[in-house]
């Protein structure tokens, strides 16, 4: 647990750390982060229709889903009648959704919600296929015209299956055909490829594709089409490098709340897809969760972890005795957050003991561990941390090198910033920033960042031009007292004549 041991570290202190914004310039600006939404395949199969979907985009609202980033109302296969219209445009079955899919389109996206739909690239999509010979309900050689529907209705997500090619097809150009066919809609469309295994030509292609055959609400299964949960973590592990914002491994859709796994289980689901970066695209009946359900799909620090601007997809570091170790970076270059997931594969419960060193920290420093299914803040280790995982469960932590974040005494958004009045940033001839002209009542925001042991000299660079002494106060987010600076007037004769001052602080 903590070090107490007493050790001197002068450091610097930055007035004023303020970070930029970082626009990303790079590729397709749709999907930075996973899609997030529900999908009608895993609960309902073919057996869609308006009402049920109009009700499940309120549920959307109703549970939180769309507010904790679920915004995705994605309708699968057999959405639509098996013949097309007149001029051969896909339309809608006309007795489950009487009213169209642009009016399921506006309903949707009046809900504050997007609107995702499903197509194939062959003849008949997969249940049309099994369902009616005569279907043309693929896209196959009508991707333009497709797409042009697809775009008048307000979609703004394909899923698109692979079943039933056309003889002689090729799947990468069928593929392509329908991405630059949605390109060319000027819509704004992700991308889904459902083609059952990863190619190399589909990061350029779609925003996501599918890893593996299709999920089963099953825990582990023996080698098929269908897949449990532990084994599509096994087959997606591997392709973790073709990850990154704007472009996911897609390991299938969420089984959390079908039934039939426990609901260890389904935290691991859950886990395991926000470590993977991995779409969560819930696929049970939001309209009547338990609670319990409700609580996995919403956890915020988890949904955190899966939507992590830097888009890296966690890997497996080690695996001992049915316990593995899986480490996702999170934040920028300079971060040393990190999200890590402990996976217990065994039938029962797990003692086991993470060197800290695996994952990526030295054996000396001290870490700390925030607990996201128990919301919790475990306190610093160093060198070990030992906790026990239920079968077929999966902790999760973000662990961070000591980071202390205190207030003096609050925090002032950059936009109060002015030139001539309040806190304002200023260089020094160091190019070091600087916060100044700082009055009673002003408040600013700091922040230390730490390695190691708990006291320190602190050093401030301090000026004034008041002609009596004045005190900067160093205060905790919890209100307490750190320390104080007395600014003396007779070392500094204006704004921009700095001296060094020193205090000893103890950190808790
Ligand atoms: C395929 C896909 C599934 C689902 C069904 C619909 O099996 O992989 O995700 O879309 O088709 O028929």
């Known amino acids: 647990m903590k070090n107490k041991t007493p050790f001197s570290l002068i450091f610097y202190l930055w007035l004023g750390l303020f970070t930029c914004s970082q626009i990303f310039a790079q590729g397709n600006p749709i999907l930075l982060t996973p899609p997030m939404g529900w999908n009608s395949w895993n609960i309902f199969k073919e057996n869609i229709n308006e009402n049920q979907i109009k009700e499940i985009a309120d549920a959307m609202v109703s549970t939180g889903m769309r507010d904790a980033g679920y915004i995705y109302l994605n309708l699968d296969d057999n959405w639509m009648a098996s013949s097309r219209d007149e001029n051969g445009k896909l339309r809608a079955d006309p007795q489950r959704f009487p009213s169209g899919m642009k009016a ?8 504050g919600l997007k609107f995702g739909i499903y197509g194939d690239r062959g003849i008949r999509t997969c249940h049309h296929y099994h369902a009616n010979m005569n279907s043309r309900s693929g896209s196959y050689g009508l991707e333009t015209q497709d797409a042009e529907t697809f775009a008048s209705w307000g979609v703004d997500y394909l899923k698109y299956d692979n ?16 991405s630059n066919a949605l390109k060319n809609t000027g819509r704004d469309i992700a991308f889904s490829i459902c083609a059952w295994g990863f190619h190399n030509w589909m990061p350029n292609t779609g925003n996501l594709w599918r890893t593996t055959g299709d999920i089963s609400d099953k825990w582990d299964l ?14 997606n592990e591997g392709l973790a490098s073709h ?31 926000s470590i993977m970066a991995a779409p969560l695209l819930a696929g049970n009946d939001i309209r009547k969760m338990s609670s319990a359900i409700k609580d996995i799909l919403l956890n915020k620090e988890i949904i955190a972890v899966n939507q992590d601007s830097a888009g890296i997809q966690g890997r497996r570091i ?9 480490v996702k970076p999170l934040g920028d270059a300079n971060s040393n957050r990190k999200a890590i997931a402990l996976l217990n594969r065994n039938g029962n419960t797990a003692n086991f003991t993470l060197d800290i060193t695996d994952i990526g920290y030295s054996a000396t420093e001290q870490i700390s561990f925030r607990d996201l299914w128990d919301k919790k803040d475990l306190g610093y280790f160093s060198g070990e941390f030992s906790t026990s995982i239920p079968s077929h469960g999966t902790n999760v932590y973000i662990t961070d090198r000591e980071v202390f974040i205190h207030k003096v005494p609050g925090l002032i958004p950059a936009t109060q910033f002015s030139v001539m009045s309040g806190i304002q940033i200023e260089s020094d001839s160091l190019e070091n920033s600087n916060i100044g002209y700082i009055n009673d009542g002003d408040w600013a925001a700091y922040q230390i960042s730490i390695t190691t042991a708990n006291s320190y000299i602190l050093i401030a660079k301090l000026a004034t031009n008041s002609s009596q002494n004045s005190f900067m106060d160093l205060t905790l987010s919890d209100g307490s007292q750190l320390g104080s600076f007395e600014i003396d007037h007779n070392k500094s004769q204006g704004w921009r004549d700095w001296y060094l001052d020193t205090i000893d602080i103890s950190l808790p």
């Open 243 to 273: 990850a990154k914002p704007g472009k996911w491994n897609d390991p299938d859709m969420l089984q959390i709340g079908n039934g039939g796994c426990t609901n260890e289980e389904y935290k691991t689901q859950m886990s395991m897809w």
């Open 318 to 326: 080690k695996s001992i005795n049915g316990v593995e170790v899986w």
């Open 222 to 235: 023996e080698p098929g089409f269908f897949r449990g949960i532990i084994n599509i973590i096994d087959e």
């Open 163 to 178: 079943c039933d090619p056309s003889p002689g097809s090729n799947m990468q150009e069928d593929y392509a055909n329908m």
């Open 104 to 111: 399921l389109g506006d309903y949707i996206h009046g809900k």
